[in-house]
């Protein structure tokens, strides 16, 4: 079993959509969990930064992180083009353990 | 503010040929600098990390190797590249004794024949 399963997608929306990304992860002994969007040929820059359970806003962006269930989420409201790009989800314990990925297309 | 380079952007090498890759930071002192390989469609992969000058902990064993010469300088290097070490190969940074917030370098694409 993977440390982090993300759905790679692809996941198309229409403009002003809600999209839910999602992650579980295995060990509950993770606090520390991170959002990453990477552009097309580009690296990952970090979005969302949480700790423990619970949820966290930044604009447009929700992360939610439920350690129960093991699983983090990404809600992006009123969904721009310039949201398209890959989502990678990341959880630290020792080191950063990434997702595959999501690949997210916004259509105007 | 804190700024991290990597170079050559693009890379087109022969099987069997040498690699360098380096990668600098500005604006921070003492960083844990990483090297991550990216394959298409697939997630992060770290190859190696340093928390301080000549410090390296490898993450998969391979034939690439780094080494951190100065305090805000990486390199990743190989002596024979095989046409599985071909990816986007991403440097990142965070502060010391910080391991979740990353910030990634633009990356280099190395493809090789």
């Known amino acids: 079993q993977k440390e982090v399963e993300q759905d790679p997608g692809p996941l198309s929306v229409p403009e002003g959509a809600i999209v839910s990304l999602n992650c579980t992860y295995s060990n509950s002994a993770f606090q520390y969990f991170m959002w990453y969007r990477q552009y097309s040929r580009k690296g990952p820059e970090l979005l969302m930064y949480?700790?423990?359970?619970g949820n966290k806003e930044d604009g447009r962006f929700t992360a939610q992180v439920d350690k129960s269930s093991k699983y983090i989420s990404l809600f992006i409201r009123d969904s721009q083009p310039s949201d398209s790009a890959t989502y990678l989800c990341?959880?630290?314990?020792?080191?950063?353990?990434f997702g595959q990925g999501t690949e997210l297309s916004v259509k105007p | 503010s804190q700024t991290i380079h990597q170079w050559p952007a693009t890379l087109v090498q022969p099987v069997g040929s040498p690699l360098s890759l380096e990668c600098t930071v500005e604006?921070?002192?003492?960083?844990?600098l990483y090297w991550y390989r990216q394959a298409a469609g697939r997630g992060l992969q770290l190859l190696f990390y340093?928390?301080?000058?000549?410090?390296i902990s490898s993450e998969v064993p391979q034939n690439l190797s780094a080494s951190r010469p100065q305090d805000r300088q990486f390199i990743l290097s190989s002596k024979k590249l095989l046409l599985s070490d071909s990816g986007f190969y991403l440097c990142a940074w965070s502060s010391a004794g910080v391991v979740g917030e990353q910030f990634f370098g633009p990356g280099t694409r190395l493809t090789v024949l």
């Open positions: 604006g921070t002192s003492n960083p844990n």
């Open positions: 340093s928390v301080g000058i000549g410090q």
């Open positions: 990341a959880t630290a314990g020792g080191k950063l353990i």
């Open positions: 949480t700790y423990s359970s």
